[in-house]
């Protein structure tokens, strides 16, 4: 690579983690995320270039090489110095921008491969969400969670969402002792749901995490019901930001299904079990677009499919309702 | 007196006529330019460009014309020329995008779509998943991020032809930051077609860290927005929108419309270029469907 101030970065970047010094790392890391523009380990954070997006970019690109590389002991230490970082920003309620880039990287690092530290990283993030959500004098517990302030809900959100991130589909009884609290927010969400960009987002996640650990209950007692309230809510929403933030979930579920691997194979097939089940419910929905494009999304392919009228109307769907009205 | 050599000459020479051509109100803003490109030299050349770019008698084609370079004069005038902090501050204040009533819409010279090159890796990060922090939360999780060496089997997968078309449902991000220029190229003739994915991030000279990934990974996107669904002005891009370290941009001093890239490589050609605010994929109209087209990054590989 040239010599600038981005390829000298990442060069002193890579060395840090090669020569495994886990604390210099983690203290140029914050540096860049905090905005930091004085030298650090002898590294300066450079500012974004045209094109950069936002600072995790170089990050993606340290860790890409050493994928490229096979280096698994490097791919490590960087999974591990974001996790250490991630449990500091919560334990002192840092900033929340840098835990949204922190987390983005640990999604990208795909911490969820090393078994060990996920599994760690996931007791610490439950205990967080069961013991230390709320004030000091009055500590709500998880099943508590749609009812916290909001300056608590954003620490809560992102701390179930990393709990959701760094746990691996269908980790089978791994996750028994989770199952019933999720469940019993999903219900909790919808029962208390009101228009707020923040619920309908921390109910996607409550939801997201159904479908990776209860793929079959996700996709039986879930799936409709988030479509319906995605229906309702897309009726008097001009934007659409309810229904595009849905539709590409399920887009992204459907390439995640497509290209799922032994032992995940299970996983998509309990999910269309799950779906399948719901027949009677979905004959109801026919006339749904969101429900439909769903569908669509998931990849119900129509030879899967058993209704024949059904499946016209998933390959006859290609614009959605609200361009066909105009 | 001793005699001034030739070549001293010469510069005191263009000197004056620079000089000449300078209000003095700019004169206060150029000593600050100065002492920020002395105190950080990655700075250096985005700094001589917005000089090279300031309209006066000496540069009439010059792209920072009034009332824009008259107010930018203005917001840094309070301040000490070693005072230098805010001044990076009031550039990106002073860029189109933030300012479109200062600067001249050309969206309407533009007849084909706008394209932009981007790597594998961004397109999935930025484009396909919402990395923008601080937007909205609609649909965003930090698992999205996880699923990226999946989504890249399939977005490979499906560009196996070298295009794809892509529904908005898919695109849950946007072409660039929103407070940041989005830089534009488009094709003015047919022949315009990149000879390969490596010749075109040249072309566009686009930065160091893209042309290594897209090498790695042996290609490079481009996505295509048509610009009748755009609804959105664009700008010839000036020395303001480009202000960043190690720049690459070359301000056009021709008095063409359009602005054109200056490739490090004289042999290659120079692409016109134009900025405007990046486009979020769910504003557009429901039903529109984006091209992505893929380009080798050498031929022959």
Same mark, same amino acid.
């Given at each position: 690579m040239k010599k600038n101030i981005y390829s000298e970065y990442i060069a002193g970047l890579v060395k840090l983690v090669e020569n495994g010094r886990p604390d210099p790392l983690k203290e140029v890391i914050y540096a860049r995320l905090t905005g930091e523009k004085g030298a650090v380990h002898g590294l300066v954070s450079p500012p974004l270039s045209r094109d950069e997006a936002d600072e995790n970019a170089l990050f993606y690109a340290v860790y890409d090489k050493f994928v490229a590389d096979r280096d698994e002991r490097a791919s490590m230490e960087m999974r591990r110095v974001v996790i250490e970082l991630l449990m500091e920003a919560f334990s002192i309620r840092g900033n929340l921008q840098v835990i949204d880039a922190l987390g983005q990287m640990a999604g990208y690092f795909q911490v969820k491969e090393n078994i060990k530290l996920a599994d760690q990283f996931r007791c610490q993030l439950w205990g967080f969400m069961d013991t230390k959500l709320g004030k000091p004098t009055q500590r709500h517990s998880i099943s508590d969670m749609m009812q916290l302030e909001y300056e608590e809900m954003q620490y809560a959100w992102r701390a179930l969402d990393l709990w959701l991130t760094v746990t691996p589909t269908f980790p089978e009884d791994r996750d028994a002792q989770y199952y019933e609290s999720i469940v019993g927010l999903f219900d909790q969400g919808l029962e208390h749901f009101y228009k707020s960009e923040l619920h309908f987002h921390l109910l996607m996640l409550i939801f997201r995490c159904l479908v990776k650990i209860k793929p079959y209950y996700a996709a039986k007692c879930c799936f409709i019901k988030m479509c319906r309230l995605v229906e309702n809510l897309d009726n008097d929403d001009a934007t659409g930001l309810y229904r595009h933030g849905w539709l590409g979930f399920c887009r992204e579920l459907g390439v995640l299904f497509k290209y799922d691997a032994s032992p995940g194979k299970q996983w998509w097939e309990d999910f269309k079990k799950g779906i399948l089940a719901n027949d009677d419910d979905l004959q109801n929905e026919k006339e749904k677009s969101v429900t439909v494009r769903s569908l669509h999304g998931i990849g119900m392919m129509p030879d899967e499919w058993k209704k024949s009228d059904m499946k016209d109307r998933i390959i006859n769907f290609p614009v959605s309702q609200r361009a066909m009205n105009q | 007196?001793?005699?001034?050599?030739?070549?001293? /000459?010469?510069?005191?020479?263009?000197?004056?006529?620079?000089?000449?051509?300078?209000?003095?109100?700019?004169?206060?803003?150029?000593?600050?330019?100065?002492?920020?490109?002395?105190?950080?030299?990655?700075?250096?050349?985005?700094?001589?460009?917005?000089?090279?770019?300031?309209?006066?008698?000496?540069?009439?084609?010059?792209?920072?014309?009034?009332?824009?370079?008259?107010?930018?004069?203005?917001?840094?005038?309070?301040?000490?020329?070693?005072?230098?902090?805010?001044?990076?501050?009031?550039?990106?204040?002073?860029?189109?995008?933030?300012?479109?009533?200062?600067?001249?819409?050309?969206?309407?010279?533009?007849?084909?779509?706008?394209?932009?090159?981007?790597?594998?890796?961004?397109?999935?990060?930025?484009?396909?998943?919402?990395?923008?922090?601080?937007?909205?939360?609609?649909?965003?999780?930090?698992?999205?991020?996880?699923?990226?060496?999946?989504? /890249?089997?399939?977005?490979?997968?499906?560009?196996?032809?070298?295009?794809?078309?892509?529904?908005?449902?898919?695109?849950?991000?946007?072409?660039?930051?929103?407070?940041?220029?989005?830089?534009?190229?488009?094709?003015?003739?047919?022949?315009?077609?990149?000879?390969?994915?490596?010749?075109?991030?040249?072309?566009?000279?686009?930065?160091?860290?893209?042309?290594?990934?897209?090498?790695?990974? /042996?290609?490079?996107?481009?996505?295509?927005?048509?610009?009748?669904?755009?609804?959105?002005?664009?700008?010839?891009?000036?020395?303001?929108?480009?202000?960043?370290?190690?720049?690459?941009?070359a301000p056009e001093l021709t008095g063409y419309i359009y602005g054109n890239t200056k490739p490090d490589e004289p042999a290659l050609q120079s692409r016109p270029e134009t900025v405007g605010e990046p486009v979020t994929y769910r504003d557009l109209p429901p039903g529109t469907r984006i091209t992505v087209n893929k380009y080798h990054f050498r031929i022959y590989q």
């Open positions: - | 007196m001793a005699a001034i050599p030739a070549g001293e /000459k010469l510069d005191i020479f263009f000197l004056f006529m620079y000089k000449m051509g300078m209000s003095e109100k700019a004169d206060h803003l150029f000593n600050q330019l100065n002492t920020l490109g002395g105190k950080n030299p990655p700075l250096t050349g985005a700094v001589e460009n917005i000089k090279k770019d300031w309209q006066s008698a000496f540069q009439p084609h010059g792209n920072i014309r009034p009332p824009v370079s008259d107010s930018l004069c203005e917001s840094c005038k309070p301040y000490a020329a070693n005072a230098t902090d805010h001044l990076e501050k009031a550039v990106k204040e002073h860029q189109s995008i933030h300012k479109p009533k200062d600067f001249t819409d050309i969206s309407s010279a533009i007849a084909g779509p706008l394209r932009r090159a981007v790597t594998l890796s961004d397109f999935l990060h930025y484009h396909i998943n919402e990395s923008f922090r601080g937007k909205n939360l609609f649909g965003q999780s930090f698992d999205r991020h996880g699923s990226i060496p999946i989504l /890249k089997r399939e977005y490979l997968a499906r560009l196996a032809n070298g295009q794809a078309v892509l529904e908005i449902d898919e695109l849950n991000g946007s072409t660039g930051p929103a407070d940041k220029p989005n830089w534009w190229t488009f094709f003015i003739d047919t022949d315009d077609i990149p000879v390969s994915g490596e010749t075109y991030m040249k072309e566009l000279a686009l930065d160091v860290r893209q042309i290594e990934e897209a090498e790695r990974d /042996k290609l490079v996107l481009e996505v295509l927005i048509p610009t009748e669904i755009l609804n959105r002005p664009l700008f010839k891009p000036t020395a303001l929108d480009a202000f960043v370290p190690e720049t690459k941009f």
